[in-house]
């Protein structure tokens, strides 16, 4: 099933592009997923195939299915409205966190943690653990906010780690005067929950004893009722539609698309991730192209010298994480093939 008003020469990219997600729905390794690609110059096209759903009961996807965006929402929500704030000069990038954390290990007054800037949060360099179960802790949101603004943190290398943007959604909570980002406005075509009939099924949890539509599959996102890194759904028009934006101009400012762009580390910029070594996004993308992944199975690429972007959604983690699904493999080919010469 597929929606387009493509031209002819995106078209033909999109079909060898689509190949790929075909031979992974057909091999079995994902249950389904849809791909959607937008160009300035060409059109937009996208197509969906094989299940949203396999158990309890299968359902179809489609091109109208919604998707647990996961880490997507580090990029399209908290890092976008961030440099808003930036821009309107509410926050400094370069100040520490605790601006407008001040309770942030506040019975330690020179621990590192109050030390960290905002900068360090959206590009991944602080030292915070990669991984933490903070769901196992308790289960009122409240305390684990209190738990998590005032635990000694083990501090190690900087890593890729869902701490830093916990952070960040709880700056934006405490501007807008609001107890989780769930109430904040998740942005046109966006929710923080879906159809549970309508939503690309994830996990069989073993943590809720369900399988999962509809509500976020992040554990931490869910103690927490809502947080800055995690729990954003769409479409993959809505996907594709927030895309535009960027490459048209229309949905950040110039200064906010050149620190989306402006690297912070080898592979990070701003609240994305721009190309390197055996990137996930391929080889084929241009140096002005930034993407970012969810753990889902869903991803983002935008190469902004092209004017191109693609989406590839997928429910990969139904009805478990436990399986090589091969998702790596499956965005290198299709980065690989969207944007070859």
Same mark, same amino acid.
């Given at each position: 099933?597929?929606?387009q008003t493509a031209d002819a020469e995106l078209t033909a990219?999109?079909?060898?592009?689509?190949?790929?997600?075909?031979?992974?729905?057909?091999?079995? !390794?994902?249950?389904?997923?849809?791909?959607?690609?937008?160009?300035?110059?060409?059109?937009?096209?996208?197509?969906?195939?094989?299940?949203?759903?396999?158990?309890?009961?299968? !359902?179809?996807? &489609?091109?109208?299915?919604?998707?647990?965006?996961?880490?997507?929402?580090?990029?399209?929500?908290?890092?976008?409205?961030?440099?808003?704030?930036?821009?309107?000069?509410?926050?400094?990038?370069?100040?520490?966190?605790? *601006?407008?954390?001040?309770?942030?290990?506040?019975?330690?007054?020179?621990?590192?943690?109050?030390?960290?800037?905002?900068?360090?949060?959206?590009?991944?360099? *602080?030292?915070?653990?990669?991984?933490?179960?903070?769901?196992?802790?308790?289960?009122?949101?409240?305390?684990?906010?209190?738990?998590?603004?005032? !635990?000694?943190?083990?501090?190690?290398?900087?890593?890729?780690?869902?701490?830093?943007?916990?952070?960040?959604?709880?700056?934006?909570?405490?501007?807008?005067?609001?107890?989780?980002?769930?109430?904040?406005?998740?942005?046109?075509?966006?929710?923080?929950?879906?159809?549970?009939?309508?939503?690309?099924?994830?996990?069989?949890?073993?943590?809720?004893? !369900?399988?999962?539509?509809?509500?976020?599959?992040?554990?931490?996102?869910?103690?927490?009722?809502?947080?800055?890194?995690?729990?954003?759904?769409?479409?993959?028009?809505?996907?594709?539609?927030?895309?535009?934006?960027?490459?048209?101009?229309?949905?950040?400012?110039?200064?906010?698309?050149?620190?989306?762009?402006?690297?912070?580390s080898n592979r990070r910029t701003h609240g994305w991730e721009?190309?390197?070594?055996?990137?996930?996004?391929?080889?084929?993308?241009?140096?002005? &192209?930034?993407?970012? *992944?969810?753990?889902?199975?869903?991803?983002?690429?935008?190469?902004?010298?092209?004017?191109?972007?693609?989406?590839?959604?997928?429910?990969?983690?139904?009805? &478990?994480?436990?399986?090589?699904?091969?998702?790596?493999?499956?965005?290198?080919?299709?980065?690989?093939?969207?944007?070859?010469?």
């Open positions: 099933m597929e929606d990219v999109f079909d060898r592009t689509f190949k790929p997600l075909e031979e992974a729905i057909t091999a079995k !390794r994902i249950p389904g997923g849809i791909l959607g690609m937008v160009d300035l110059n060409h059109g937009r096209m996208t197509r969906a195939m094989g299940a949203a759903q396999i158990v309890p009961a299968e !359902r179809p996807m &489609t091109p109208d299915t919604w998707f647990d965006l996961a880490s997507l929402t580090k990029v399209i929500f908290t890092t976008t409205r961030i440099l808003k704030l930036v821009d309107e000069g509410v926050i400094d990038l370069d100040a520490p966190i605790i *601006t407008h954390l001040p309770d942030f290990r506040q019975y330690n007054a020179d621990a590192w943690e109050r030390k960290i800037t905002f900068r360090q949060c959206l590009g991944h360099q *602080t030292p915070f653990p990669g991984v933490e179960p903070i769901y196992t802790y308790d289960r009122d949101p409240d305390l684990l906010r209190a738990f998590i603004l005032q !635990r000694e943190w083990r501090a190690g290398p900087p890593v890729y780690s869902d701490i830093n943007f916990i952070l960040l959604g709880f700056v934006l909570e405490r501007l807008a005067k609001v107890k989780t980002v769930r109430e904040l406005d998740p942005g046109k075509g966006f929710s923080w929950s879906a159809d549970p009939q309508n939503t690309a099924a994830t996990e069989n949890c073993a943590f809720r004893h !369900r399988v999962i539509s509809g509500e976020v599959h992040d554990e931490n996102c869910y103690a927490l009722q809502g947080s800055g890194h995690a729990g954003l759904f769409g479409t993959v028009t809505s996907v594709l539609d927030f895309a535009t934006g960027l490459l048209d101009g229309t949905g950040a400012s110039a200064n906010a698309l050149k620190l989306m762009q402006t690297p912070l721009h190309p390197f070594a055996d990137w996930w996004g391929g080889s084929q993308c241009s140096g002005n &192209t930034i993407g970012h *992944t969810g753990f889902t199975g869903v991803s983002l690429l935008i190469d902004f010298k092209r004017g191109r972007a693609v989406t590839l959604l997928t429910n990969r983690v139904h009805p &478990t994480r436990h399986f090589d699904s091969g998702i790596l493999a499956l965005r290198q080919a299709v980065g690989d093939l969207a944007y070859q010469s």
